[in-house]
């Protein structure tokens, strides 16, 4: 089954403590994203990744890292996550250049930094 | 520059009342793609619909259609007999050909109450 897997779907923690949001994908996806979501926003782009070693910022990248070492994965990395961070995260996926074509969304991970 | 408006933050109808819900967007590309997606209260995305620049016929699935018109730029989303499973969050959304990011709307909030 096509599928975007992240992990975790939900975590509490505390500011400072560096963290780590996996994103995996089953699909030969160039194409992967990282949003965040949060009320009134919609979806904002964080970072985005054409290929294997090829990221780059998207909307709001400001506390975030991301790495592309694998096809498959990209994880998304707080260093020193903050409040501010608090939100719903979403990994997508798509061929590269097929922009009619839908991205496939992982079913989400809720932050919560204290 | 691209954009997506849903001006609409949040709507509220009684069952089996239809509704529809306005997408207006912006680019300068002359060919596009636009997109519907709907979150549950269970939180994922589900992919709803695209629709090409160049193709203005309107579509129609079941209980949902969608109102293309390049006129206006906008891709209205029409739900009649609304149902309580109709209750999510909808999102419109906006890629153009050349550049694989994909814009999307604030979101507007659907409740149906029974």
């Known amino acids: 089954e096509a599928q975007v897997t992240q992990n975790p779907r939900y975590l509490i923690t505390v500011t400072g403590k560096k963290l780590t949001v996996t994103c995996s994908q089953n699909m030969n996806h160039e194409y992967m994203s990282w949003y965040r979501q949060d009320p009134g926003l919609g979806l904002r782009q964080i970072y985005y990744s054409m290929n294997v070693e090829v990221t780059d910022k998207g909307d709001v990248p400001e506390g975030y890292k991301v790495s592309r070492k694998e096809k498959r994965n990209f994880p998304l990395i707080l260093e020193s996550p903050s409040p501010n961070q608090t939100s719903l995260y979403f990994c997508?996926?798509?061929?590269?250049?097929?922009?009619?074509?839908?991205?496939?969304f992982g079913d989400g991970t809720r932050l919560s930094i204290l | 520059a691209q954009k997506v408006t849903q001006a609409q933050t949040e709507i509220s109808v009684v069952e089996k009342e239809d509704v529809t819900l306005d997408c207006v967007y912006e680019t300068r590309d002359t060919t596009y793609y636009l997109f519907w997606y709907k979150q549950p209260p269970s939180g994922e995305l589900v992919f709803l619909i695209r629709?090409?620049?160049?193709?203005?016929q309107n579509e129609i699935s079941g209980r949902y259609s969608w109102n293309f018109q390049k006129s206006t730029s906008s891709f209205n989303f029409t739900i009649t007999a609304s149902q309580v499973v109709d209750s999510a969050v909808y999102f419109c959304a906006l890629t153009e050909t050349s550049y694989d990011k994909v814009i999307f709307g604030p979101g507007t909030s659907l409740s149906v109450i029974p």
């Open positions: 629709r090409n620049s160049f193709d203005e």
């Open positions: 997508a996926s798509k061929p590269v250049g097929r922009n009619n074509q839908p991205q496939h």
